[in-house]
């Protein structure tokens, strides 16, 4: 048994929708948030800055005695993974080999579309991670820069006509294309699947990065004996760099329930 919370963070508050699947399959454990609200978005940043931000978020983190950390950021996890964890003692996960696994497995025709940052599309990285598990697979990115800014800024709900206006431009390219399968290649997408959904059609599924990655992090640390033992009363605590006020609002739409916790503030250029 291992009573040390898990850390997760995002480069604002999409990556709550991982934190919901981790206490939904894992309801003892605790969980530490970080959302960088005062610099999100990152999918626009350059590699450079992403991994430099990135770091600062970690070393953040780590001042708490966590036993892992979950990049609940698809930006993030397809741009600095590989740094993070070769430079942290203890396990750093991301979002992108389980959401490439399970549209490898979900497709039908193999035909299979991303969303997500211009980053994160750019990066190439989803691409190589479903070829891996289907190399006859055919991925069709689009890169979606105004999703997140829309969604942090409460335009998600079907009905908007702005979001709903973006989505369909952005989406047109993936239905001309015919893809079967869509990854939601960015945490903050969940909360656009009900305007995604109707733009796509009911034949497309939907994968979420943010909850493929806590299903691959919960899997990990049951595997390894890692779980508090505790069937339930796990307590999250969350941390922004910026916006105190917003946050409570809008985390409670992506998590699911009312946020009681108090948001504590955080000057992450001192990491």
């Known amino acids: 048994m291992d009573q040390r919370p898990i850390g997760v963070f995002d480069s604002g508050l999409g990556g709550l929708t991982a934190v919901r ?13 970080f959302g960088d609200t005062g610099r999100v978005p ?34 993030v996890s397809t741009t600095a993974l590989d740094v993070l ?19 490898a497995r979900l497709t039908r025709s193999g035909n299979i579309g991303l969303i997500g940052t211009q980053t994160s599309v750019r990066s190439g990285a989803y691409e190589r991670a479903i070829q891996a598990e289907n190399p006859a697979a055919r991925v069709t990115g689009q890169p979606c820069p105004l999703f997140v800014p829309l969604v942090e800024n409460g335009r998600f709900r079907p009905g908007d006509i702005v979001i709903e206006t973006v989505a369909a431009e952005y989406l047109a390219p993936l239905k001309a294309a015919g893809v079967d399968t869509l990854v ?7 909360l656009l699947e ?9 034949g497309v599924a939907l994968v979420s990065a943010g909850a493929e990655g806590a299903r691959a992090a919960a899997d990990f640390l049951r595997a390894r004996g890692a779980l508090s033992g505790r069937a339930d009363g796990g307590a999250c605590r969350f941390f922004v760099s910026d916006r105190q006020e917003d946050f409570a609002r809008l985390a409670s739409i992506f998590l699911g329930r009312d946020v009681t916790e108090a948001v504590e503030l955080t000057d992450i250029s001192q990491y």
């Open 21 to 33: 699947e981790l206490c939904r399959l894992l309801p003892g454990e605790d969980v530490v948030y």
């Open 42 to 75: 990152y999918g626009s940043r350059s590699q450079e800055t992403i991994i430099k931000y990135a770091r600062q978020d970690v070393a953040f983190l780590r001042t708490f005695d966590l036993k892992a950390i979950l990049i609940a950021c698809g930006t």
């Open 184 to 190: 939601l290649g960015c945490t903050h997408y969940p």
């Open 85 to 103: 964890s070769a430079e942290n003692p203890i396990p750093v996960m991301g979002v992108v080999e389980p959401a490439a696994r399970a549209a």
């Open 194 to 202: 009900e305007v995604i959904a109707a733009c796509m059609g009911p």
